[in-house]
């Protein structure tokens, strides 16, 4: 669990905005310190106490608080204090290797973006998030933007496909990953302007596998190993995805409660299902990343609970000892990727 | 099953383009006409011999075809024989009072604009489709555009979110329908500039039950009546509920054959799924409706069975007996929702 240089990975932890409560925060560090991640938690002494009793976790004060209903980058400029803005400083400042909050996404991204700022040449960072084939084995599926920004241009796009492709490389250990721009038709004339022209210029690009257009159903049909699309359309898209996940099993649920011989049937098939509940619960992928950016930001699920929180620390942990941030900028700058288009 | 005036209702209808073949698309025709809608079918008489002899069912010969993969535009200015140009041009001839396709969606939307015309005022027709929320009974949402265009401006989502109420009002009997925007966030300050402007524009006008936004998760969940969105996200978003659906279901399934006591349990389980299997079948809701046009135009699911093609002609005749495009009209007319933004 430590690096190729077989030093420690030290996680910088937001210990505040964990919906479930700081309890569920605590159990979620505790795992992840298990595995010999070293931890910096920022938030109030006095409620996380028991963390600071752990060998490799220091415990830091943080006042104050950014809440969800705060505009973020208002709060993030004037709450200097806030758990989250003192846990991305101090990747900033060098103590900790990479960020890790499950409070509120859009102070997370912003706190993010200001104290790691972004690899030189990214325009916009963007919001990654695995997606795991329901039934089926094999490294998930990345999407990216699922909400960083509410609109993307076509460079913007280009950029996402290169920075989607080089975490599935490093953090997943795909060796050539599929990289599709999610659209409404697998035609290359398909989609909105700034998609179809995505399309040509990733068409004409080494560096990266680009495998064409996918829709919608393919988000989960394992088609391709990274799609591509703006922060509005992969933010409603994932929650789609989430919605009819659970609205199909819930139905599934309600028809096994429905008579006496459902019933029966619905107690038999349950530990065969046990694999897929665990495989569709969001605490397993640890949540969504932020790509582009100099340093490692993650975004934790918002209703994690213990296993979200560990995860989100591994996944942050993985990221940092794979140099996932290193090797994004190196092949940015190998596939001149980063050359900004002319505004 | 006639109309106020005691007239019966005649569609045209699309013989040819059926993915599953003309024995299908002559089963639903003989399903719809038993409901006692007369029918007007375009395509090769001799394949189509048996509609002939029915009493309501006339078929007319056209003896040419647009396939899934010519440029529909290009396609219907130049094949004035195809069957779908023909029984788009047979309602604006008079003849017919609707027209349906369960052929190529591109070349129906195409054919029917450019024989049906747009209501006055509306910019971009939009198409619409129902969503039942698995497991529970009440009218569908309707959501739209699910793909008549890539891009929507602000005012062209305003106009969907009248010509979507219409619908719902008219055809479904909601009276009163909850209409909202598909966002990432409740917030008015949520989404693209587009989405944000209209709803600034929607919050501001009457003739429409607006509730602001919601967000993917909400299209299974029955919060709001009708669901308004651009055509690209909507596609996506559209094809991504059916990916899951059918990944879900079959990770269900799979589960069920992984060993003897959970293949007990899948199989006292079965009649209950019946009505879930059932009510997900995209069969049942007839295909999606071309909305914001001076007449009836629907367009049935590309994998129709017998029974699609059946509701597609039954949804189209509703359509024409509930008055839809006058009362559309009417509404635009009333909210002043019609007149064009400045360009």
């Not at 599709?180 to 560096?207: C, F, P, R, W, Y």
Request: charged share 20%.
């Amino acid at each position: 669990l430590n690096d190729a240089a077989g030093t420690t990975v030290t996680v910088a932890l937001d210990g505040r905005g964990v919906e479930r409560g700081t309890a569920t925060l605590i159990a979620g560090a505790r795992k992840a310190a298990a595995d010999g991640i070293a931890l910096r938690v920022f938030g109030d002494p006095e409620a996380l106490s028991e963390l600071a009793e752990l060998p490799a976790v220091d415990v830091i004060e943080a006042p104050d608080e950014i809440r969800n209903d705060e505009e973020p980058v208002a709060a993030v400029r004037r709450k200097k204090d806030a758990s989250i803005v003192r846990a991305a400083a101090d990747v900033a400042e060098g103590n900790s290797q990479a960020v890790v909050s499950a409070g509120p996404t859009g102070a997370t991204m912003t706190a993010a973006l200001f104290a790691l700022r972004r690899i030189s040449g990214v325009r916009r960072p963007a919001l990654a998030l695995q997606l795991s084939v329901p039934g089926r084995e094999g490294p998930p599926t990345v999407m990216l933007d699922v909400g960083a920004n509410a609109e993307a241009r076509s460079h913007d796009l280009v950029q996402f496909a290169f920075v989607g492709a080089s975490f599935s490389r490093a953090v997943l250990g795909v060796a050539e990953p599929r990289v599709a721009l999610l659209s409404v038709g697998e035609e290359a004339s398909k989609g909105t302007q700034n998609v179809i022209e995505a399309h040509d210029q990733l068409a004409d690009m080494d560096h990266v596998n680009f495998i064409g257009n996918v829709e919608g159903r393919d988000l989960l049909s394992g088609a391709a190993d990274v799609v591509v699309t703006d922060g509005f359309t992969g933010n409603v898209t994932l929650k789609t995805l989430e919605g009819t996940a659970k609205a199909v099993a819930s139905a599934v649920g309600q028809a096994a409660r429905s008579n006496p011989m459902a019933m029966a049937g619905g107690l038999l098939l349950r530990p065969a299902l046990g694999g897929l509940r665990r495989q569709m619960n969001p605490d397993n992928t640890g949540g969504a990343i932020l790509l582009g950016l100099r340093g490692v930001a993650v975004v934790g699920h918002g209703s994690s609970g213990a296993d979200g929180v560990a995860n989100a620390v591994r996944l942050a942990a993985r990221a940092v000892r794979e140099r996932a941030v290193e090797r994004t900028a190196t092949l940015l700058e190998e596939a001149g990727a980063m050359r900004g288009e002319p505004t």
